[in-house]
């Protein structure tokens, strides 16, 4: 047992025993024996490197899936994110269109053919070019046009006198922190005795609004844009059986 004294075998047992043999055949050459102990060892430390190195694959292919689900994720994140930019700024001119009257609006407002009607601005004052129309009742095409060259416009109907035109024109200039731009300071469809109103024309702008008349009597009709109605931008339609 002497051959074998510890595990530091392959140093110490084949140069006394491989080079003075002495006599006896060995049951196993002590260098053969260590060669096969080394052969052992490398084998298991080759097994033990093969499996470390299996568990590396096997960590790095599991690493590899939440790195590309890591991947994924900031790319999924990152394309919900993007529709979601783009919805906002898709919403941004949205709500700021929602906030401003773009079309005609109030309950005389109708549909059809009628009578025509026409109506437009002073080029530089705040005025309309005629202060008073009359229309025989019934359904109306009123063309009217921001004849200005500088300044929007538009036109209200209410039912009822001056005092009442300056109630609905105070309920419009309260739209102006909530409406955006210059298409401000229209009355709220809802607006009590409002009869007809409509959006902001630009300068040389054009509309067509057809409604119907309320019964005949005498209505006012003005402008909403801040400061115009105070500066004497209204008008009567008598409206006749
Ligand atoms: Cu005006």
Not at 45 to 68: H, I, K, R, S
Request: some cysteine.
């Amino acid at each position: 047992m002497s051959w074998r004294p510890s595990g530091d075998s392959r140093s110490s047992a084949p140069s006394p025993l491989a080079s003075g043999p002495d006599g006896g055949p060995p049951v196993l050459d002590p260098a053969l024996q260590g060669l096969i102990i080394a052969a052992f060892v490398v084998g298991l430390v080759g097994l033990g490197l093969m499996a470390a190195f299996g568990g590396a694959l096997g960590t790095a292919q599991t690493g590899t899936a939440p790195t590309t689900a890591a991947a994924v994720a900031p790319t999924t994140a990152a394309a919900a994110a993007a529709p979601t930019a783009t919805t906002a700024a898709a919403a941004a001119p949205t709500t700021a269109a929602a906030g401003v009257v773009t079309a005609p609006f109030g309950p005389a407002l109708a549909t059809g053919t009628g009578t025509s009607l026409s109506l437009s601005t002073d080029p530089a004052q705040l005025v309309f070019d005629q202060p008073a129309l009359t229309v025989k009742s019934g359904l109306v095409n009123l063309t009217y046009t921001n004849g200005a060259t500088a300044v929007q416009h538009n036109l209200v109907l209410v039912n009822g006198d001056t005092t009442v035109a300056e109630a609905v024109n105070t309920a419009a200039a309260a739209q102006v922190t909530r409406q955006t731009g210059g298409a401000g300071s229209v009355p709220p469809a809802t607006t009590p005795n409002l009869l007809l109103g409509m959006q902001m024309l630009n300068p040389g702008e054009k509309a067509t609004i057809t409604f119907q008349t309320p019964p005949p009597g005498t209505y006012t009709f003005f402008c909403t844009f801040p400061g115009h109605f105070i500066a004497g931008m209204e008008g009567t339609l008598t409206v006749t059986p």
